[in-house]
């Protein structure tokens, strides 16, 4: 039998379309060409033709043009021209039936490339996906191997012992209001409009990720070959406001197989974090539904992100502009959450890109530097498994899980902040 990432001998697959591609192709070409990209140019050309190595040679150029200088100064026509230079590497992985090579070259289009050629991209993705989950699923019936249970959590769980890792008073104080199966209206009229966080239960259980993500080796299954950006901090508790903090981009195998691990790399707890993972990867966003609370309001859904990875990672104290539900879909994550009401009094960074992070450190709090956050009112819980909580708009919160964690966030806006955006 063939292996999940080489066609059978005598069978080659088709080729993949990309029509968008074929139809910008020349002008594209004579934009990059006005941008000074002639040796670029020159390589892409060459792959049309079918030239392998000009191909990956495109890509190296693209590359390097997005390493430039900060990515926010990369001029746009350079993130399509890696686009285009990953689908046509891509190409020539699909027809040697090198499926899993072709799978991590489309990803990084994804994950670094422009817009123009996302239809493209997403389609040769869900193609192969398609056709490698097949191959595999026939190798494992020929061998008569059955998907196991294979648990990310095991539901023993030492509470008294994970409360020490707790801020200080944690769970001391309120506790966010939790409600069972609350109808739209009720939320609407009681936390939506006075906004108001709410822990929702027995709202998931017709999710299919309910009980196929803690499974492992369903995860290994549809999403393994898939490439993600994962960061990581040198030690456990560290976050993105470390200067240890760096990012990485490993397949979702090579994420799990840490997560198995205990989080942990020779750079540390590894945390897959606001990611537009179901975006990206078609399978697990068939496995979740958007909760019907999304819709209050009248506004639109703005993101749809995954937080992902072991007992001990922290999202630090922090702001988001949107309403945001945090489904816990596997695991349990302790919450921390204080009113806008009391911003000033949480000391916000100054610089422009951290103005919604504090600078306090809920975990080893100076009172000398920040006097006004000892006696703060402030709300928390520990988020169970199969449960939702909404998080108003402004809302200050500090995340940490308790086991390993698969998390899923709505954002979304109301009538008003849509129209003014």
């Known amino acids: 039998m063939p292996s999940s990432t080489t066609a059978v001998s005598g069978d080659f697959p ?9 139809r910008e192709s020349p002008s594209l070409l004579h934009s990059i060409s006005d941008h000074g990209g002639y040796a670029y140019v020159r390589m892409a ?17 693209a590359w390097e043009q997005l390493h430039s200088g900060p990515w926010h100064s990369v001029l746009p026509i350079w993130r399509d021209a890696y686009s285009m230079a990953c ?4 190409k020539h992985h699909y027809i040697s039936g090198e499926f899993k090579e072709a799978l991590r070259v489309l990803d990084m289009g994804l994950i670094m490339g422009g817009r123009l050629l996302k239809e493209d991209l997403d389609s040769a993705i869900q193609k192969i996906s398609e056709k490698a989950i097949n191959i595999r699923a026939s190798k494992e019936s020929y061998e008569g191997s059955v998907m196991s249970e294979h648990p990310l959590v095991h539901h023993e769980f030492n509470e008294a012992e994970v409360l020490q890792l707790l801020p200080v008073n944690s769970l001391s104080r309120k506790i966010v209001v939790k409600r069972s199966v609350l109808s739209f209206e009720s939320f609407l009229k009681d936390y939506f409009l006075s906004g108001s966080p709410v822990i929702i239960s027995d709202c998931m259980a017709h999710w299919p990720a309910k009980t196929k993500w803690n499974n492992i080796d369903y995860l290994k299954r549809v999403a393994g070959d898939r490439t993600v950006p994962v960061e990581h ?9 470390c200067p240890e903090w760096k990012q990485e981009l ?20 590894t945390y897959l974090a606001q990611h537009p993972l179901f975006d990206q990867i078609n399978e697990l966003r068939k496995d979740i539904h958007i909760p019907d609370y999304c819709f209050a309001g009248g506004g639109e859904l703005r ?8 007992a001990g990672t922290v999202t630090p104290l922090h702001h988001d502009p949107h309403h945001n539900i945090l489904a816990q879909v596997v695991g349990k994550k302790y919450i921390r959450l204080y009113s806008a009401s009391v911003s000033e009094e949480l000391y916000p960074y100054t610089e422009t890109m951290l103005r919604n ?11 000398r530097m920040f006097p006004k956050v000892k006696d703060l009112e402030f709300v928390d819980c520990i988020l169970e498994e199969g449960e939702m ?25 109301d009538v008003e902040c849509s129209s003014s955006s």
Request: aromatic share 14%.
């Open 250 to 269: 490993i397949t979702f195998s090579e994420f799990l197989h840490r997560i198995e691990s205990h989080g942990c790399s020779s750079g540390g707890p």
């Open 389 to 413: 909580l909404y998080i108003p708009p402004k809302w200050w919160h500090y995340v940490r899980s308790l086991t390993t964690s698969f998390s899923v966030s709505f954002w979304w806006s």
């Open 14 to 22: 088709d080729h993949l379309e990309t029509p968008i591609l074929d």
């Open 87 to 90: 689908l046509h590497v891509a």
């Open 233 to 241: 901090a040198l030690q456990i508790g560290k976050n993105y406001l």
């Open 303 to 310: 993101s749809l992100n995954a937080w992902f990875g072991p």
């Open 357 to 367: 992070s504090s600078q306090i450190d809920l975990d080893n709090i100076d009172e």
């Open 45 to 61: 050309s060459l792959s049309i033709a079918g030239d392998f190595r000009a191909a990956e040679a495109a890509r190296e150029m």
